[in-house]
């Protein structure tokens, strides 16, 4: 079945040491987004890719950065994580230019600053 | 970006039909309404779409009055494995690639 694939599924960092988190898809999408999600609250959009071009949300903090190698990969590197940047991290996919607006979002990863 | 409110928690019981309104007064044009359902620890999944009227498929009812400054979601005879967050997100247009989640309403089903 086609789908988003998050790994690790849980991560445990230290504070400070940097981290990447992977996503992969099988539906060969143009878009990809970050999300994070904090306990009890609402996805938080950090940045997306249209294809190759990167778009940043204008309050994810420099800390985090994204890379996209090809269509099917995104990374997501977070350079000195904080207490504060434990959370769920979702990866979501989404095919423009179709009429519908479903994004398809992989099971996340959480991650555990220590 | 339009911004959505709803209400914050819902509680239903099996059987019953559970309607969500969601309130998104500054939508645009060109805006779509959405609807995402979330379970603890996974990944939000796309429920419905809209953009005026009714629209329905196997899981839900989505219904959009004409001025389209709210929708409500509707869960025909809820079970308990509907239990979840139900999240009313709005955008298109020249946001088309970016949708931005609400607070989300929690959905309790209770036996």
């Known amino acids: 079945d086609a789908m988003v694939i998050q790994n690790p599924r849980y991560q445990v960092t230290q504070f400070g040491k940097p981290v990447t988190l992977s996503c992969s898809q099988t539906l060969n999408h143009n878009v990809m987004y970050w999300y994070q999600q904090k306990s009890s609250q609402a996805p938080k959009l950090l940045f997306h890719y249209y294809d190759k071009d990167f778009n940043n949300e204008a309050d994810t903090p420099d800390n985090f950065q994204s890379r996209r190698p090809n269509t099917s990969f995104c990374f997501l590197d977070i350079r000195s994580p904080g207490l504060g940047d434990a959370a769920m991290y979702l990866c979501?996919?989404?095919?423009?230019?179709?009429?519908?607006?479903?994004?398809?979002f992989g099971p996340g990863t959480r991650l555990t600053v220590t | 970006l339009a911004k959505t409110t709803q209400p914050i928690s819902m509680d239903s019981y099996e059987g019953q039909e559970v309607n969500i309104t969601c309130s998104h007064n500054?939508?645009?044009?060109?805006?779509?309404i959405t609807w995402y359902q979330q379970f603890p620890s996974q990944g939000p999944r796309f429920i419905i779409q809209?953009?005026?009227t009714k629209v329905t498929n196997e899981v839900a009812s989505l219904f959009i009055p004409a001025d389209r400054k709210s929708s409500t979601l509707s869960l025909p005879r809820v079970s308990l494995s509907d239990t979840a967050v139900y999240y009313c997100?709005?955008?298109?247009?020249?946001?088309?690639?970016?949708?931005?989640f609400g607070a989300g309403t929690i959905l309790r089903v209770k036996s």
């Open positions: 997100l709005v955008g298109a247009g020249e946001y088309g690639n970016k949708l931005v």
């Open positions: 979501a996919t989404r095919a423009s230019g179709e009429s519908s607006y479903e994004q398809y």
């Open positions: 500054n939508i645009a044009t060109n805006d779509y």
């Open positions: 809209g953009y005026k």
